[in-house]
Nanobody
Framework: QVQLVESGGGLVQTGDSLRLSCAAS????????MGWFRQAPGKEREFAAA????????IYSASVKGRFTISRDSAKNTVYLQMNSLRPEDTAVYYCALTPRVYRGTDHKGYTYWGQGTQVTVSS
């Protein structure tokens, strides 16, 4: 059974940084893709970033590109999301997701497993 556990959320001010972590268990990640999505109150779940474990390829949404960096540690089965220059509009619950294949898309339906989410709040 695959489990994803996120950590690192919190309350910060505009311009601050946070690093989210997501540790996967129950599976050795080789050809997998892990991504980060976020959901603000009253809004749909939104893609933020993703990376493939086999080659480290990354993709970002336009809203986070240049501010957020996704990375992975294959030895730890963990993916990170470094978030810099945070803005109030980044406030959301951030979810880690995994699909056991190379996936270059941004649709949440392309992912099989999900973490429980971690709250990120950016005050103005």
């Amino acid at each position: 059974q695959v489990q994803l556990v996120e950590s690192g959320g919190g309350l910060v001010q505009t311009g601050d940084s946070l690093r989210l972590s997501c540790a996967a268990s129950g599976r050795t990640l080789n050809w997998d893709t892990m991504g980060w999505f976020r959901q603000a109150p009253g809004k749909e779940r939104e893609f933020a970033a993703a990376t493939t474990f086999i080659d480290g390829n990354t993709i970002y949404s336009a809203s986070v590109k240049g501010r957020f960096t996704i990375s992975r540690d294959s030895a730890k089965n963990t993916v990170y999301l470094q978030m810099n220059s945070l803005r109030p509009e980044d406030t959301a619950v951030y979810y880690c997701a995994l699909t056991p294949r190379v996936y270059r898309g941004t649709d949440h339906k392309g992912y099989t497993y999900w973490g429980q989410g971690t709250q990120v709040t950016v005050s103005s």
